[in-house]
């Protein structure tokens, strides 16, 4: 059975920085790709960013040039680096897995089957 438990959640300033932990459990077959996704009281899920098995990244608009994925493929964890921080950006950040490749609109929450409990990241102004 696939767990993901993310840690690393804090409050932090606005233009403050975070990095986000995923540790991964129980694959059988590594997944194609992970992704960090977010979710603000009241909203919907949004994709933040994704990381292939093989290190190709894609990022949301949003947090294009701010954040940073990576992934440590022996020790079967996944990174977010999040650098000056926006209060909007107060929400409970996610991990997930991708068993498939994608060549469009990676960052749909309703193409990945595994999901971690979340990480609380408030960021004040």
């Known amino acids: 059975q696939v767990q993901l438990v993310e840690s690393g959640g804090d409050s932090v300033q606005s233009g403050g920085s975070l990095t986000l932990s995923c540790v991964a459990s129980g694959y059988t077959d590594r997944p194609h790709a992970m992704a960090w996704f977010r979710q603000a009281p009241g909203k919907e899920r949004e994709g933040v960013a994704r990381i292939t098995s093989i290190g190709q990244t894609t990022y949301s608009d949003s947090v294009r040039g701010r954040f940073t994925i990576s992934q440590d493929n022996a020790k079967n964890t996944l990174y977010l680096q999040m650098n000056s921080q926006k209060p909007e950006e107060t929400a409970m950040y996610y991990c997930?897995?991708?068993?498939?490749?994608?060549?469009?609109?990676?960052?749909?929450?309703?193409?990945?089957?595994?999901w971690g409990q979340g990480t609380q990241v408030t960021v004040s102004s």
């Open positions: 997930a897995t991708d068993p498939r490749g994608c060549l469009f609109m990676c960052l749909q929450a309703e193409r990945y089957n595994y």
